[in-house]
């Protein structure tokens, strides 16, 4: 909550002064300390500002500069810690924006030397083409770095097979307290050779010498049962492998003892093949009793997905349909896997788990998962299961504070029913459950909310009693999330008062000024500290709008809307997706969902001061929001931030004039209506003389506006048939059009028109409908959206009612019917309206099966790209099953997020670079490098301008496509 803390201290100027001579790009505005504040964990700490080293030199010199004025410092990567490890009061170093090239791969030795800032995934895409990859595989490896995987001693699904990273890291080049550079690499053993290097890197030798021979009684007696453990320093590993190695030790020390700035790891083959086998329970105890049992057909993991994860996965659209894998209501999943060489491995692992799955009575389903595609569906529900149980709505959260306890699998049903009832008996209702069945290591989140102090009580009477539980059965505290804020505190009762003495000596002697991420590991806080909380029992929101043009009220109010951000960071994943646009060009906190949902909570914390929620700081976080919509369907947790935006662009023009720019563009409808009796003259103007005044308002000149035609798509209409005045139930359908349709590009509306009445159906054409308010909307005019709402729904709610289907074209427009109508002009009217609507290619694959039409058969190739909004909210299945009808045709889907128009936004001359940067990460190449033979598709009428912008391509909407290739209408 950014209390005032005895550690929290500002910059000086002479501090910041020094550290701009050695690093090119340091940040000590509030804004930005405010977004590095917090991580995924339930804790924030206010840092003393962020510093993006480009190299080894930059960190070495912030170190050694940081050091000379008495400044802590913390590395961090994705800032994807669960229990606080990645934030502090400090200077921050994040590797991940510039640090972040893939060195060298040398595929014969199976090894790749890596900085810190990569994130795995990026990792594992740089390796696929030698069949190697990293072995560990966290959950969230889309968007944490290899510093911080390395950091925490991360593993994943995979650690019966792969163990934990420090099984993987040969080398590391290590910044160390003082800013000099050491490199730790095995040597042979002899530590009085080692003691002979220079300055700090010869004195740490000398001390671990001496440690190692002191405590070497205690360190082999009291480290835990598990080979799944990160908790405390792996002294352990330094008694036990030989030759030891130093790197070793870094790994897991969550950047206590020094800077990794450069790593060697071992890689692994990629397996050849695998299989699932879906094992459901009835019940939670013998779920857990079975793991040893299922362990015996030696699988390559063993998943948990619990009832409430299954439930919530269900109540999402983007991952409802992976659930094919669940049969009946099951109160717990095993995802059990077998990974191989061939196929015939993988049926002996099968044959031999069901096997032994009889011999102790198991009669719940099994479901054999073999199809790729449909694992990969599976992996992909159970990775993002940490965001969809986040995204409870309520204050009471399934928060992270005991949910890495690891204990040996033979104790684990025992250990998860007596953590369960001390949930229960501290007054918890829900306690959700995830992750590494196989490795005893099961991620248990107890619902609780902070923001009352009887939920900071509960969390500290289970955090205890976890602790005992997992002293009870040799266990660990940490498996590998590490021990960060939430954990340190019980290090002693885990390890002894002899063995922490043992880790505040090796603190010691790498970190003599105690500035390296102070207080994690040793010396740590107490793990409820509320002046270190998140949310605590002081938590207010006094800047909250109350009075909303959207209605929040199914998140419980505008706040809660943005407190479903839990910090994880899925949003800055950058190889998959479309979420998040901005992010994935300028890779600045401040434009990921995550971090405009920090700033807009401080805004309503007063953090930004009284005038936070209309301040021009505010608007500059958000300004870069495309609207795309994937954060509502990629963020597990649900943000949707084009809302918040939206709402927030409507209260701050409460306070800010509406710029003329705004206004025209979201009145883009009425313009469109009265100049196009004109068009030649309007046409000529916009593309010729008018360009210096559209420059002044803002235009980038580079654009040019789509034309005015000459007809309206429903003057045609009008006059190429009679009209329906009144409803039918005989085949009818709505149809309706967009505003570019009706005035930009009419030949849609036709080919549309020409489609459904091939298939029999009669569009009805509502000639009093208004622009849908999607620009309007995208502008903040949130008055002026709500107004064409309440005339359309009044329109389209009788058609609904009688259950015609809605239709149209352009995702923007039908995605406004289906989402924004019912949060803007609630009530049954604008709910049938959103239940009608549809997409036109949704309509058309669904009813293709009573068809009797023809196709031509000529062959056709088509480079499709899917609209951001449609990705969100339809997906782009139905398009692919729509251009499947046509013979000969084969479709293939660029690999690619958001074109970078989003409506106006391409045109906008502060955004114009990243709009062409945008479109330039996949989009734009791939379509230069198709041939000219090839049909160029999208949706969206922005897709196709910036596709002709960037490409000199003229790209077609599907339904031309497929209205091109109709053979005839049928007879009457």
């Known amino acids: 909550m950014i209390h005032p803390h005895p550690h929290m201290i500002d910059a000086t100027e002479e501090f910041v002064h020094d550290l701009r001579g050695v690093v090119r790009h340091v940040a000590f505005d509030h804004m930005t300390r405010l977004l590095y504040s917090t991580d995924a964990s339930i804790y924030q700490m206010m840092p003393v500002g962020v510093a993006f080293p480009r190299d080894v030199d930059e960190v070495s010199a912030a170190v050694e500069i940081a050091a000379r004025h008495e400044v802590p410092l913390l590395p961090r990567g994705g800032g994807s810690s669960l229990c606080g490890n990645a934030i502090g009061h400090a200077l921050i170093l994040d590797l991940s924006h510039y640090m972040d090239a893939v060195v060298s791969i ?278 993002v299961g940490l965001g969809i149980l986040m995204s409870v709505r309520g204050d009471a959260k399934p928060i992270p504070f005991i949910e890495d306890a690891a204990v040996p699998v033979e104790h684990l049903a025992d250990y998860i029913t007596e953590v369960f009832d001390c949930a229960y008996a501290a007054g918890v209702e829900r306690v959700a459950m995830y992750a590494h069945a196989s490795a005893g290591c099961l991620h248990v989140r107890p619902l609780i909310n902070l923001k009352f102090t009887q939920g900071v009580q509960q969390m500290r009477q289970i955090a205890e009693r976890s602790v005992e539980l997992v002293l009870k059965y040799r266990g660990t505290t940490s498996g590998e999330h590490g021990e960060g804020l939430a954990r340190s505190e019980f290090s002693e009762q885990l390890f002894g008062s002899r063995v922490t003495e043992a880790f505040r000596q090796v603190k010691q002697a790498f970190d003599p000024g105690n500035r390296l991420n102070p207080g994690k590991i040793v010396d740590s806080p107490r793990m409820d500290d509320e002046s270190l909380l998140r949310y605590g029992s002081g938590y207010r929101v006094p800047h909250e709008p109350r009075l909303t043009l959207f209605d929040f009220q199914a998140d419980g109010g505008f706040a809660r809307a943005v407190e479903m951000c839990n910090g994880a960071g899925v949003c800055r994943k950058l190889d998959q997706g479309v979420m998040c646009p901005s992010f994935q060009v300028t890779r600045d906190e401040a434009h990921s969902t995550r971090g405009r949902a920090n700033a807009l909570r401080a805004a309503m914390m007063g953090l930004l001061g009284t005038e936070g929620m209309s301040s021009k ?18 963020c597990p947790s649900a943000v949707d931030m084009a809302k918040l935006k939206a709402e927030f662009l409507h209260q701050y023009h409460q306070r800010h004039r509406i710029p003329l720019r705004s206004r025209l563009f979201a009145n883009i409808g009425e313009l469109n209506r009265f100049a196009q009796p004109f068009a030649p003259l309007v046409n000529f103007l916009m593309n010729g003389p008018a360009k210096r005044a559209l420059t002044s308002l803002g235009i980038h000149a580079e654009r040019s506006f789509p034309k005015l035609t000459s007809q309206t798509f429903s003057s045609w209409y009008r006059n190429s048939r009679s009209v329906e005045v009144a409803p039918t139930n005989r085949k009818q359908v709505v149809f309706f059009h967009d505003t570019f349709m009706e005035y930009n590009e009419p030949h849609l509306g036709q080919a549309a028109v020409k489609v459904l009445e091939a298939t029999g159906y009669r569009p009805i054409l509502l000639l009093e409908k208004k622009d849908s308010g999607r620009p309007a909307v995208s502008k903040g005019l949130l008055d002026k959206a709500a107004r064409l709402a309440r005339h359309n729904i009044q329109l389209l709610a009788p058609y609904a009612r009688q259950g015609l289907p809605i239709v149209g074209c352009e995702p923007s427009v039908i995605a406004m019917l289906v989402d924004e109508y019912p949060a803007l002009v609630p009530g049954e009217d604008a709910d049938a309206v959103s239940k009608s609507a549809m997409m036109l290619d949704e309509f058309i694959a669904r009813e293709a099966g009573a068809w009797e039409i023809e196709f031509d058969d000529t062959p056709r190739h088509i480079l499709f790209h899917g609209h951001c909004q449609q990705k969100a909210t339809f997906g782009t299945e139905s398009t692919h099953k729509m251009l499947a009808l046509i013979p000969n045709c084969t479709v293939e889907e660029i690999d690619a997020g958001c074109c970078g128009m989003a409506g106006s936004f391409g045109y906008e001359q502060e955004h114009y670079d990243l709009s062409i940067q945008l479109a330039e990460l996949s989009l734009a190449p791939a379509v230069r490098a198709a041939h000219s033979s090839t049909i160029i598709c999208a949706m969206g009428t922005s897709c196709r301008e910036q596709i002709s912008h960037t490409t000199a391509r003229t790209a077609l909407h599907p339904i031309e496509v497929l209205a091109d290739a109709l053979m005839g209408l049928p007879p009457e």
């Open 106 to 383: 040398t595929p014969e030795n199976k090894t790749v030397r890596t900085q810190p800032g990569i994130t795995l995934g990026a990792l594992n895409q740089a390796l696929a083409p030698f069949d190697l990859m990293y072995g560990p595989d966290p959950a969230s490896g889309d968007r944490a770095t290899l510093g911080g995987i390395m950091g925490n001693n991360s593993t994943g699904a995979h650690s019966i097979v792969y163990g934990m990273t420090h099984d993987h890291v040969l080398s590391t080049d290590v910044v160390l307290a003082d800013g000099s550079r050491a490199i730790f690499e095995a040597f042979a053993g002899d530590w009085g050779a080692q003691s002979h290097r220079p300055g700090l890197e010869g004195s740490i030798y000398r001390s671990l010498s001496s440690i190692l021979n002191e405590f070497s009684g205690d360190i082999t007696s009291r480290y835990p049962d598990t080979f799944r453990h990160v908790a405390g320093y792996n002294l352990h590993l330094l008694l036990r492998n030989q030759p030891p190695n130093l790197a070793q030790l870094m790994t897991g020390s969550e950047g206590t003892l020094g800077i990794i700035t450069e790593a060697t790891l071992n890689l692994v083959p990629v397996p050849n093949v695998s299989r699932l086998a879906m094992v459901h329970f009835s019940d939670v105890r013998s779920a857990m009793e079975a793991v040893p049992t299922i362990l015996e057909s030696k699988p390559s993991a063993v998943e948990v997905l619990d009832k409430m994860l299954l439930d919530l996965t269900r109540d999402k659209v983007e991952y409802r349909r992976m659930l094919t894998f669940v049969e009946g209501d099951p109160q717990i999943v095993l995802l059990v896997e077998y990974a191989g060489d061939s196929e015939a491995e993988l049926e002996h692992g099968i044959q031999q788990l069901k096997l032994k799955l009889q011999k102790i009575n198991h009669h719940d389903p099994i479901v054999i998962v073999a199809d790729p595609k449909q694992q990969s569906n599976v992996w992909y529900v159970r990775k």
């Open 617 to 634: 700081e505010l608007y500059d976080v958000l300004d870069l929001c495309l609207s795309c919509h994937a954060c509502k369907s990629e």
